[in-house]
């Protein structure tokens, strides 16, 4: 597996397991586990984190109930990090029960409201791989390995406030306590850092370029929209623009470009190395949302051909009416959709609001946006002659 390859695939599946002796990939972090194997995942130039985002005032990618998220992410550190003299992870297992009346002392409260919350933010950080919750039991999962050291101690300030489980009222229980063994630390884990990720590209810089090439880098790869170049030198300057493409590149993806604003997408052939990391029903919502939210009004003239973004939300009920899908499974393919970022959900004046293309739209490549346009032209009208032309190109 090339380098980007593996970057890529991190990037659209999480952290790359590896097996015992196995190095990480360049520009990568392995975290090593006490049987050998170990995990890898990106790591970033000087350093930095997507926090860096904040001193730009640019928006990262929106995470569902993100106050729930964090406070919840709060609380299972509170458990999982039981010697605050050593760096948080690995930290030891904590069961759920012990997660959840932490986050209860923190919030003061304990209805099934905030169970539902509690659960659904458990769900949002195992599937992004900040926590590994598995048979009961929470752990730090292996982004939690990715804080730099530098905020260790500030993060060792924030536990030593927060109420521990123990502090909450017995009224307040929503599952009940059971007698446990205190789990112990993993032994053997350990985290290996590159050293000097993209150096060869940084250091004909000085000081002030470098680090205006690595904020576009960052914003460019993580800002939840296109950014524009107007607030990013680096990005105005061909110059280091191209050091930026070039630090893309190496992670599979490519600069794309939106008149003044830039960001960041899956290299064609990279993205069909990685493949789809969807499941059938999640690909035929997508469908039905960009049938009935971009193709229709397009159809009748209220969009752009090549926008992918729109005002017109699918509404839920229409959603309902068109799939075969129990409606549980619908509800489950549009929260994976929305925590991937293709979907997204509005409000619609008086209606109750529907489904809309989600911010990933922008990133696509304009041969991506070819070929989705044709998929859905395939997908909407299989018997038109627009179809057959689409097909016959194909041959």
Not at 341 to 356: H, S
Request: net charge negative; charged share 25%.
């Amino acid at each position: 597996m090339t380098p980007e390859l593996a970057h890529a695939r991190a990037r659209a599946d999480g952290p790359l397991a590896l097996d015992a002796g196995e190095p990480a990939p360049p520009g990568m972090t392995r975290l090593d586990n006490p049987d050998g194997s170990g995990t890898a995942l990106p790591a970033w130039p000087d350093g930095v984190t997507p926090s860096l985002l904040e001193e730009y005032q640019v928006a990262p990618v929106n995470v569902e109930r993100a106050g729930e998220t964090r406070r919840v992410l709060a609380a299972a550190l509170k458990c999982c990090w039981s010697d605050l003299s050593a760096d948080p992870w690995p930290g030891s297992p904590a069961p759920v029960e012990d997660v959840l009346s932490a986050y209860r002392a923190l919030i003061g409260r304990g209805d099934d409201l905030m169970r539902n919350w509690a659960i659904g933010a458990l769900r949002r950080l195992h599937d992004s791989a900040w926590l590994d919750v598995d048979a009961g039991l929470v752990r730090l999962g292996p982004r939690c390995a990715c804080w730099p050291p530098a905020s260790h101690a500030q993060l060792r300030e924030l536990l030593r406030r927060l109420p521990s489980g123990e502090e909450a009222s017995a009224g307040l229980d929503v599952l009940p306590a059971r007698e446990q063994a205190e789990p112990q630390v993993a032994e053997g884990a350990g985290v290996s850092v590159p050293d000097g990720v993209d150096e060869d590209l940084l250091t004909p810089f000085d000081e002030r370029r470098r680090a205006e090439i690595v904020a576009a880098f960052m914003a460019v790869e993580h800002a939840a929209e296109p950014v524009e170049e107007a607030r990013f030198p680096a990005l105005r300057d061909p110059a280091p623009r191209r050091t930026v493409a070039e630090m893309v590149r190496r992670r599979g993806r490519v600069l794309v470009q939106d008149r003044e604003r830039w960001t960041s997408g899956y290299e064609d052939g990279t993205a069909a190395l990685v493949g789809a990391s969807l499941g059938e029903a999640e690909r035929a919502v997508l469908v039905l949302v960009l049938v009935h939210s971009v193709a229709i009004p397009r159809a009748d003239g209220l969009l752009p051909a090549d926008s992918w973004l729109s005002p017109f939300p699918a509404q839920a009920d229409e959603l309902r009416r068109h799939t075969r899908l129990p409606v549980g499974e619908l509800d489950a393919a549009l929260r994976t959709l929305r925590h991937a970022g293709l979907v997204a959900q509005v409000k619609a004046g008086e209606e109750a609001g529907g489904y809309v293309p989600g911010p990933q739209f922008h990133r696509l490549t304009p041969q991506a946006r070819r070929r989705l346009q044709e998929e859905l032209i395939l997908a909407a009208g299989p018997h038109t002659p627009l179809a057959a032309a689409v097909r016959a190109n194909r041959r």
